[in-house]
């Protein structure tokens, strides 16, 4: 047991935050795998349907964790208390505006996304606004550096999701669907265990001065911005293919996107420790280019691991994963795989840039987003195209993000 604290003591807190952030995207990866495994092809794609939709949020309420990240490095004491009242004021409306929205549009997402049942979304709904509180809280830690903290906020939501789910699924008599968005929002709950957060705090007369607020809400615009492209990269594949294929498709190819993506999934715990450290150097003048080059070598390396595996081992790894129901996805795992690498590897770069408050990255990732939603359109006459039409755009906008950092380069 001794040993054991002292080999503890050795680990940065950086390392133990990376150890948390793998250990979550396991047990999510565990919470979508036995989901495909208990439900089969067809009820799977309306649960990879929520889950996607959870993704969304997520992009969503980053807007408001990065914010909240980045600012609490540059504000304290009177600025920093202002800020972060007004942070969770604009989470309590900004939640209730889109939770609203999703419950009153159900039917019509229904009749989309060709859903047995509206209920799943109005459940979902029901919980958004606490998700974006909870964005808040996680950017504070962030920001803070208290990966501590802000490990338990991954472990307390991941855990109770996977667990609530599943005892739901099992002991529950009610369409799997609805218990899927049941168990997620719930997670939403737990997911605010631990927050220093009162609710006096909303009604505080407490505001920053109109320089201070015009830096943030500059910040705040262009984040938004930013994490729209990555809905739009990320998730639109899924959700066109769920609007074009047959529910059986629909399914084997949320399973394809699912092994595809634990490359984005591993490259964003880089981008949590990313952001904070650059916009620290960038303060202190120190250079911040070396933090780029770190994660983007971490990146590379992980990508080439995971392709080649997907290339060498594809009905092996399906297999295992989800089992003989989804082998007819194999041909295509190690190309998912390769544009959901190509778009880590640039995702990197365009927070990178973020953080140095620069808006061409920002625009470049939109018209690529654009692109890719419309070349699917356009272009779905099966599920090999739908893919490779993702990996011509990400190839596109990985060039586009380096000759940019080139550019400010030789700028300098």
């Not at 209920?119 to 509180?133: H, R, W």
């Not at 501590?148 to 939501?157: D, H, I, K, P, R």
Request: glycine share 6%; net charge positive.
């Amino acid at each position: 047991m001794t040993a054991f604290r002292i080999a503890l003591k050795k680990v940065s807190p950086e390392q133990l935050f990376m150890g948390s952030v793998l250990l979550v995207n396991g047990g999510n990866y565990l919470y979508n795998l036995l989901l495909g495994r208990l439900l089969g092809p067809e009820v799977f794609a309306e649960a990879a349907l929520l889950v996607t939709l959870l993704l969304v949020l997520s992009f969503l309420g980053m807007t408001f964790q990065l914010a909240t990240a980045k600012f609490a490095v540059l504000f304290s004491d009177a600025d920093w208390e202002a800020f972060q009242n007004m942070m969770y004021r604009y989470a309590l409306g900004f939640g209730l505006l889109i939770g609203i929205l999703l419950f009153a549009f159900a039917e019509n997402l229904q009749q989309i996304f060709q859903t047995d049942s509206a209920l799943l979304f109005k459940t979902f709904a029901v919980g958004i606004p606490l998700y974006f509180f909870m964005s808040v809280n996680r950017g504070k830690y962030q920001g803070r550096q208290d990966y501590g903290n802000l490990s338990v906020t991954y472990q307390t939501e991941m855990w109770s999701r996977l667990l609530v789910t599943l005892g739901l699924l099992w002991f529950v008599p009610l369409p799997p669907a609805f218990l899927v968005a049941l168990g997620i929002a719930l997670s939403f709950v737990f997911g605010l265990i631990p927050s220093d957060f009162r609710l006096s705090s909303l009604f505080k007369k407490l505001s920053l001065s109109a320089d201070r607020k015009k830096q943030v809400t500059q910040f705040m615009v262009l984040t938004a911005c930013y994490e729209f492209t990555q809905i739009i990269i990320n998730n639109s594949d899924i959700l066109l293919v769920k609007h074009y294929f047959d529910a059986l498709d629909a399914g084997l190819y949320a399973s394809l996107a699912l092994i595809g993506r634990v490359v984005y999934f591993v490259a964003w715990m880089f981008v949590m420790l990313l952001l904070p450290t650059v916009v620290q150097k960038q303060k202190d003048g120190e250079p911040t280019a070396p933090v780029l080059f770190k994660y983007v070598g971490y990146i590379g390396l992980l990508s080439l691991v995971i392709v080649l595996a997907c290339t060498l081992f594809p009905k092996m790894i399906i297999t295992v994963l989800f089992g003989d129901s989804y082998l007819a996805m194999a041909p295509l795992l190690w190309q998912y795989a390769l544009a959901t690498s190509l778009f880590a590897i640039s995702n990197i770069f365009a927070y990178y840039f973020l953080s140095l408050d620069h808006y061409v990255p920002v625009m470049v990732s939109g018209v690529f987003g654009i692109s890719q939603v419309g070349l699917i359109v356009f272009f779905h006459s099966s599920l090999n195209m739908v893919v490779q039409v993702q990996i011509i755009t990400m190839i596109a906008l990985l060039i586009a993000q380096l000759l940019y950092f080139a550019h400010k380069s030789i700028m300098r």
